[in-house]
Structure formats: structure tokens, C-alpha cells
């Protein structure tokens, strides 16, 4: 019988977090997806406690603010609280128990102006949002037994009638993204995770060609075109083919 492996999720209520109870391997893993009021990342007797008793060997981290972006601006202690301070709570109880965490991050870290970023580029957030995922990288990257993975991903299908056509990213949808994720928990370090670079219209069309297309240069009163787009070489050779 193979033994499964024992996953904690935090923030399992969430966009993500709901596609991997749907979708995860449940002859490979046996994953618990605590609510905020059994584990509130704000809280390190309640993370210590909920781990204590689970005993995993992973924890995945999805807990936080993620969207709408704006969020980020509008309400930053709420944005500090929940992605830096949260996410040193979860790496400090995860140290202090032995667990590996695994943190999702998002490729917003990177500058955007030129693509094609190695996990070992420099980072230059190009908003609140990215600036708080970095805080929380912050403190997994000073625990070695874990793995931050920057990410890109979306919901299917595409909930826009309008696309970006100068925002270069490597969307990948949610359900796939699931899969990646559960090939690469045994890797330490920093992973770029996501589809191939091209810009938002471009992933869109390929599966509603009525979507139309729109400046994120105008959206956001930007300067220059925006390219996150990451370099997958590292996935690549993880994963053999994506
Ligand atoms: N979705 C994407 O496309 C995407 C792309 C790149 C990276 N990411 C990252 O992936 C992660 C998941 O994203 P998401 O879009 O699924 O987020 P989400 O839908 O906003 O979900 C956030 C989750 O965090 C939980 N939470 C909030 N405060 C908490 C607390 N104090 N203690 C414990 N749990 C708490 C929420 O629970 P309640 O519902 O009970 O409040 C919810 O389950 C985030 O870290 C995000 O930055 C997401």
C-alpha cells in the first residue's frame, strides 16, 4: 500500500485552494484544508495547536489578501497582516515543527520590464501587492526546508469579455496549475510555475476568439508595456514536459 503523503493547506476556502479539494490525487494524498477558525494564520497558538495535531509533512500556504489588487492600496495593514506578518507566523511554527512549507507567490515579484525572468533575477515589485507576496517570501527564504513558487494562474474559463494585449504573463489555469504544483512539493528553493509567456489577449483568444482587446498601459497609466513573463527553464527540467 503506498503511504500518503500528509498535506495541511491554509486558505483551502479560497479561489485556489477550492480547485485543489476538487481535483488533488486522493489516492496519493491525504490533505487537510483547515478553516481560518481552526488555523487563523494570525495566530500562533492556533497555527501551533492545528499542526501539533495534524502532523504533517507538508504545508502548503495559500492563506492571505490576494484580489482585487486594489485591496493592496486601499487597506494595507490588512495586506501587511495577512501576506507578510501571516506568512512569518506560518514559516516560523512550520521551522519550529519541522514541516516543509510551500508558498505561493506570484510572478508580480519580477519588474515587468524586459521578461523572461530566472528565479534568480532580481525582484522589483511593480505594486502593493507584489511588495506584500515579497514580504512573505521574505521570511520562507530564511527557513531552508522550503520551496516558494512564483506564480501565475487563472480561473477557466476566462471571466473577461476584455483582454490585456501589452501584459505579457504566463497564465496558466487553475486546474493545471494543481498539477504542477504536486510535482514539484519535493523541491526546495524558488520555482517559476506557469504557462508559456504571452500576453493576457493571446491566452484568452485561444479559447473565446470574441474576446476584445485593451491597453493595461491605459488601465493603470503606465509608461511601457508590462512583461512578467518568467523563464520555465527550471520547471522544464522538474516536470520534463509542461
Ligand atoms: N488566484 C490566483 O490567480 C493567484 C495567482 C498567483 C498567486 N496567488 C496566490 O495564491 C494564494 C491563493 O490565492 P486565492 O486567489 O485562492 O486567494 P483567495 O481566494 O483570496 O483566498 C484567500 C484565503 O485565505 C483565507 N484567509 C484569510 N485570512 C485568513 C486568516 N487570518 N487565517 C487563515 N486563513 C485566512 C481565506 O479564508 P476566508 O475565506 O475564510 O476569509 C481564503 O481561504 C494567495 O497567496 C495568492 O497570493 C494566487
Not at 18 to 37: C, G, R
Not at 76 to 94: H, P, V
Not at 123 to 151: C, D, F, Q, W
Not at 170 to 191: A, M, P, Q, S, T
Amino acid at each position: 500500500m503506498i503511504k500518503k503523503k500528509k498535506i495541511v493547506i491554509t486558505g483551502g476556502s479560497g479561489r485556489f485552494g477550492n480547485i485543489i479539494k476538487k481535483t488533488y490525487n486522493k489516492s496519493k494524498f491525504n490533505i487537510f484544508f483547515p478553516t481560518k477558525k481552526n488555523l487563523n494564520i494570525l495566530n500562533l497558538n492556533s497555527i501551533k495547536k492545528y499542526l501539533k495535531l495534524k502532523k504533517p509533512k507538508y504545508l502548503i500556504h495559500l492563506a492571505g489578501l490576494s484580489r482585487p489588487m486594489y485591496l493592496h492600496d486601499t487597506n494595507i495593514e490588512k495586506s501587511i497582516d495577512l501576506n507578510i506578518i501571516g506568512t512569518a507566523n506560518i514559516t516560523k511554527i512550520c521551522s519550529q515543527l519541522k514541516i516543509k512549507l510551500i508558498y505561493v507567490s506570484t510572478s508580480y515579484v519580477y519588474p515587468g520590464n524586459k521578461g523572461n525572468y530566472k528565479e534568480t533575477d532580481p525582484i522589483y515589485p511593480i505594486n502593493n501587492y507584489a511588495l506584500s507576496k515579497m514580504g512573505g517570501e521574505a521570511s520562507v527564504r530564511m527557513y531552508n526546508n522550503s520551496l516558494t513558487i512564483r506564480a501565475s494562474m487563472t480561473e477557466k474559463p476566462f471571466i473577461h469579455n476584455e483582454a490585456f494585449s501589452d501584459f505579457v504573463t504566463n497564465f496558466i489555469y487553475h486546474e493545471d496549475f494543481v498539477k504542477l504544483l504536486f510535482r514539484v512539493i519535493e523541491k526546495k528553493g524558488i520555482i517559476n510555475l506557469g504557462g508559456k509567456s504571452q500576453t493576457v489577449y493571446d491566452f484568452a483568444r485561444s479559447e473565446n476568439i470574441k474576446v476584445k482587446k485593451i491597453s493595461a498601459k491605459k488601465f493603470f497609466g503606465l509608461k511601457r508595456k508590462i512583461d512578467i513573463g518568467m523563464n520555465l527553464n527550471k520547471l522544464k527540467k522538474i516536470v520534463k514536459k509542461l
